[in-house]
C-alpha cells in the first residue's frame, strides 16, 4: 500500500507530538496544541484504526496516552533520528509485533534499553547517538531471528556484551562502540554466525584475553576492536581464515603483534589499523596488500629506516 506525502507528513508529526507527550508525562504537562495534533491524527484514520486509540478525546490529558502507542499494531517502521526527545524510549514499543524498521538515533533518549524480544519480525534496530545506560540484556537477542543490523553506538551501555549476539543467524553489522562495556567473553559455546560481516566493538572497558572466536567468523569484513584493554600475542597467522577482510583495527589494547610473516591472508585489506601493537619492525606482509588506503603503525616500537619497497607502487 502506498502512503502519500501528506498522510507521511501527518504521520511523522503524530509520531514526534506523541514522544513529546511521552517525554512531558513525568511532569503532566499536555499542551492544547498538542492535544489537537494528535486528535487530528486519529480523526485521520480509518474506524478499524482510530478505535483502538479509544482512550484518546477531549475529557482526557494527553499526557496519559503514551500507552496506546502499543495498539497501532499494524506500525512497521518508525524513524525518528536527529530529533531533540528526551527520557526513556516506551516500553510499550514491545507491542508493535510487526515492526521491520526502528531508527531513533542522535536524540537524547535515556535509561535503560527496554525489551525487543518480541518484535520477531525486527530487521534493523537504531539506537546511535542517545543517552541510554545499563544493561543490553533485556533482550533476547537470540529471539529476533531477522534482525540484520544493530546500532547501539554513542550511548553509555555498560556491562557484558551477551555471546549470543555472535551466533545470531541473521545479524550481520553489530556496532556496540563508545559504550561502556566491560569484562571479557570467556568461551562462545556452540556455532559462531555465519552472516556477520562488521563487528565494531571500539572505545569500551573490554578487557581480558583477546576473543580469539572472532577468527572463526569466516564471512568478517570489518573488525574493530581498538582502544580496549584485551591482552594477547597474536600471530597473523590466526587471521587466515578471514579472507573476505578489508577492514582491521586493533589499535591501543595491549597486544602483541606477531608480524613475522610475509604473506597476510587477506589481500584486500584496504585500512589496516596496529597502532600501539608493540611492534618493532616495519611489517613485511605490507608488500603484498596492493589494495591497502589506510596504515596506521603509530605508537609503536619499530626502529631503523623504512624500507625502500615502501615507496614503490605493486605490480600487478
Given amino acids: ?37 494528535l486528535l487530528g491524527f486519529k480523526n485521520s484514520l480509518n474506524s478499524s484504526l482510530s478505535v483502538k486509540l479509544g482512550t484518546w478525546n477531549q475529557g482526557t490529558d ?13 506500525l512497521t517502521w518508525i524513524v525518528l533520528w536527529y530529533c531533540k526527545f528526551t527520557g526513556p524510549i516506551p516500553k ?26 518480541s518484535l520477531r519480525n525486527l530487521t ?7 543517552q541510554l545506560n545499563g544493561s543490553i540484556h533485556s533482550t533476547n537477542w537470540s529471539s529476533l531471528p531477522n534482525l540484520v543490523i544493530l546500532d547501539l553506538r554513542r550511548n553509555s551501555f555498560s556491562g557484558n556484551i551477551p555471546p549470543t549476539l555472535f551466533q545470531s543467524e541473521s545479524l550481520k553489522a553489530m556496532d556496540l562502540a563508545e559504550n561502556q562495556f566491560s569484562g571479557g567473553f570467556g568461551e562462545v559455546k556452540g556455532e559462531l554466525s555465519l552472516q556477520l560481516e562488521v563487528i565494531d566493538l571500539s572505545h569500551n572497558g573490554l578487557e581480558g584475553q583477546f576473543p580469539m572466536f ?12 581498538s582502544w580496549n584493554k584485551f591482552s594477547a600475542v597474536i600471530p597473523l597467522s590466526a587471521f587466515q581464515k578471514l579472507k573476505n577482510l578489508t577492514t582491521l583495527d586493533l589499535s591501543y589494547n595491549n597486544l602483541s603483534i606477531d608480524s613475522s610473516f610475509t604473506n597476510l ?6 585500512e589496516l589499523n596496529l597502532a600501539s601493537c ?39
Fill in 62 to 74: 494527553c499526557c496519559s496516552w503514551d500507552e496506546s502507542i502499543g495498539n497501532l499494531d499494524q
Fill in 124 to 130: 534493523e534496530l537504531i539506537l546511535s547517538g542517545n
Fill in 278 to 316: 608493540n611492534l618493532t619492525r616495519f611489517p613485511e606482509f605490507l608488500k603484498n596488500l596492493s589494495l591497502l588506503q589506510h596504515l596506521d603503525l603509530s605508537n609503536n616500537q619499530i626502529h631503523g629506516q623504512i624500507p625502500s619497497w615502501i615507496w614503490t607502487p605493486p605490480l600487478y
Fill in 92 to 117: 510499550t514499543l514491545e507491542k508493535l509485533t510487526q515492526l521491520i524498521y526502528l531508527d531513533f538515533s542522535y536524540n537524547s533518549f535515556s535509561g535503560p534499553l527496554p525489551s525487543f524480544t
Fill in 214 to 225: 572472532v577468527f572463526e567468523i569466516q564471512g568478517l569484513q570489518s573488525l574493530s576492536l
Fill in 1 to 37: 500500500m502506498r502512503i502519500s506525502l501528506v498522510s507521511w507528513f501527518i504521520f511523522s508529526l503524530f509520531i514526534a507530538t506523541f514522544f513529546s507527550m511521552a517525554a512531558l508525562s513525568v511532569s503532566g504537562q499536555c499542551q492544547r496544541d498538542q492535544q489537537q495534533l
Fill in 265 to 270: 591472508p587477506f589481500p584486500n585489506v584496504y
